[in-house]
């Protein structure tokens, strides 16, 4: 069964028209200003929301292990060793300041709610992203929600980090009409003591992306300290540059710390060291470059 950490209607960022975006959960990336961490792990996970607690005690009551403790201090106290992850607690707070990020979909329920919002991406020329996470990940469920939106005539896009193996991209290059495809840093070790991986999967799938016919684009977040430097830009405009088949846009996605609260919310530290957004100037410093050789550049989509 899919297994998802949110459904998102109305969006506009994730491709052409109003789009319904499906969150798959789980990433092979640890990208270290990740702007959705709850979407890394494969596992469901609790986060609860110190601001919006009243201090009812409704989840420690319904709590059948003994797992919650309200303190003064710190609002809620979750004892991992004991909590089962059943979301009892979330499904009894009042305020929402306990959530849980994960869980089990079936196809027919996905299905349900992208079709929806068929009247709104026919208006638009919208359709359905599904991203994550990494949706590529969760590869078989992916083919058969892919086939069905094509069967009902829904403009389908991918949002992947192309750190896939390649037969997986072969696999669902026939059921897909849009990648957008994240291009992080070009040196392989930089790559990887920023997102816990090397880049040298993701290089050669999008190779496999620009030799088919299928329209792709190229995301680039930007961040400085991380790949904003002018030898890593110029690396990556000759790299798309050198691509058999061009994107049809490249997208320059500067940084922002909107993760901050998410991962207070997981409980786990946010550690901005060594970088930061990009300055207006630099961005627009970007955006000329790649449209000197041609490209159609946005900004933030």
């Known amino acids: 069964m899919p297994f998802l950490f949110d459904i ?20 092979p990336l640890s990208c270290h200003w990740c702007h959705n961490p709850e979407s890394i792990s494969f596992k469901k996970e609790k986060l609860y929301n110190r601001s919006k ?6 989840c420690v009551a319904v709590c059948s292990e003994n797992a919650l403790t309200l303190t003064s201090e710190r609002g809620i106290v979750t004892d991992i060793s004991k909590c089962l992850l059943c979301g009892k607690c979330a499904e009894v707070c009042p305020t929402k300041a306990m959530e849980m990020s994960g869980r089990d979909y079936t196809e027919d329920e996905i299905m349900d709610e992208i ?5 709104i991406m026919d208006n638009s020329g919208g359709g359905v992203t599904f991203s994550g996470g990494e949706p590529l990940m969760h590869h078989h469920e992916l083919k058969s929600l892919l086939i069905r939106c094509g069967e009902a ?3 389908r896009a991918i949002d992947t980090s192309g750190y896939v193996k390649s037969k997986v991209i072969e696999e669902i290059l026939p059921h897909t009409d849009l ?12 790559h990887r003591s920023w997102t816990g991986v090397s880049n040298d999967l993701i290089l050669y799938n999008i190779h496999l992306i620009s030799n088919s016919s299928k329209e792709y684009q190229i995301r680039i ?3 400085e300290g991380v790949n904003c430097d002018e030898e890593n830009i110029r690396e990556t405009l000759a790299f798309v540059s050198g691509l058999k088949r061009g994107p049809s846009a490249v997208g320059l996605l500067p940084y922002h710390n909107i993760a ?10 946010y550690n901005e060291t060594g970088f930061s957004k990009p300055s207006q100037a630099k961005v627009e410093h970007i955006r000329i470059l790649f449209e000197k050789q041609g490209f159609n550049v946005n900004i933030g989509g």
């Open 260 to 269: 901050l609260k998410k991962f207070e919310k997981l409980g786990r530290d």
């Open 153 to 155: 005539g829904v403009h």
């Open 221 to 223: 977040p930007l961040v």
């Open 179 to 190: 990648f957008l495809y994240d291009l992080k840093h070009m040196n392989s070790e930089k």
């Open 8 to 27: 998102k209607r109305y969006s506009i960022n994730d491709g052409p028209g109003v789009r319904i975006t499906v969150f798959f959960k789980g990433c």
């Open 115 to 119: 079709l929806k919002e068929t009247h």
């Open 53 to 58: 607690c009243i201090g009812c005690g409704n």
